[in-house]
């Protein structure tokens, strides 16, 4: 098996060979003078695995093409079976048509993926697993739950209370809270389609005093966080942390949260950060063994 790096994330690739025990597969990635991706893979691979490690992350588009080109390359290369590994599949938050004239975005990366003959996609945490139904391909969708759970349990973090920001994470964090044997309770949160204006409609717990973990699949904006810790300030609770799965690390939203009442926020490294951020109250968590493991099994 060969594992080739795109430019989204080298660091989480280097983790996954050095935990498999092999080098990085040789892989060039530049530019031509008009913009356009160029790849060229240095290796032998006839009748071998190879492996593409490459998130969506920002810059998105970029990223897509350069993995697209990079499969193509593998394939002409006699790759036996190629298994995408893309922490964060960007596009998958666009499921569904929600608003007339939009398309249906999630669909169409899987189409073109497909179009590929990709053998194999191993992806973590879902915005929406239903998505899994566009692939026609081997899929396998596992999530960083269990490595923040094992994570909470050795640094014996102290929380009493799982918050899911909305109805659509309920089933997130009723694992997690399950994991952690805490009570779970969910906050009516209402995003308006145009603006992206968060609203938090209500909360039915007691919270004064509580030691709260917020779980999310990821934080853009941060407007959801943020705006969930300073109602969970007012209503008295004591510490707010919070786990997302995926940082987009959009420029400016680290300083939000750190300026916020947030105490802590926890992220895996599914997307490498393209900032230089220097917070004490963000904590990477790898995902590079869980993928590791994956992997030997394919
Ligand atoms: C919403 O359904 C997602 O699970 C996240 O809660 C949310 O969209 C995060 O985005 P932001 O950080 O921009 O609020």
Redesign the pocket.
């Known amino acids: 098996m060969k594992i080739f790096a795109g430019s989204s994330n080298p660091k989480l690739a280097k983790k996954i060979a050095k935990q498999l025990g092999i080098k990085l597969g040789r892989i060039e990635l530049s530019r031509f003078a008009n913009g356009e991706a160029r790849v060229r893979i240095r290796e032998k691979i006839i009748k071998e695995k190879a492996v593409i490690v490459q998130s969506f992350s920002y810059p998105p588009d970029e990223h897509l093409i350069e993995f697209f080109l990079i499969a193509d390359a593998l394939k002409r290369l006699g790759a036996k079976k190629i298994i995408a590994v893309i922490p964060w599949l960007g596009y998958c938050v666009q499921d569904k048509v929600f608003l007339p004239g939009e398309p249906l975005s999630a669909k169409v990366i899987a189409q073109i993926i497909q179009s590929l003959k990709i053998d194999r996609l191993i992806t973590l945490d879902l915005?929406n697993e239903t998505i899994t139904g566009f692939f026609d391909l081997v899929f396998n969708h596992l999530s960083a739950l269990p490595v923040f759970i094992n994570f909470f349990k050795q640094k014996q973090l102290r929380i009493n209370l799982v918050i899911s920001?909305?109805a659509?994470?309920i089933k997130r964090a009723a694992k997690l809270a399950k994991g952690l044997n805490l009570a779970m309770t969910v906050i009516n949160k209402e995003r308006d389609l145009i603006t992206g204006k968060?609203s938090i409609l209500g909360f039915n717990s007691n919270l004064k005093a509580k030691r709260v973990l917020i779980v999310?699949?990821?934080?853009?904006?941060?407007?959801?966080?943020i705006k969930i810790s300073h109602f969970l300030k007012k209503a008295g609770v004591k510490k707010i942390y919070a786990a997302t799965i995926h940082h987009f690390y959009i420029k400016g939203v680290q300083e939000k949260i750190d300026k916020s009442p947030i105490d802590k926020i926890f992220v895996s490294d599914t997307i490498n950060s393209p900032l230089k951020l220097n917070s004490k109250k963000l904590k990477i968590i790898s995902v590079s063994n869980l993928l590791a493991k994956e992997l030997k099994n394919c």
């Open positions: 915005h920001p909305d659509g994470g968060v999310d699949d990821f934080i853009s904006t941060g407007g959801t966080l």
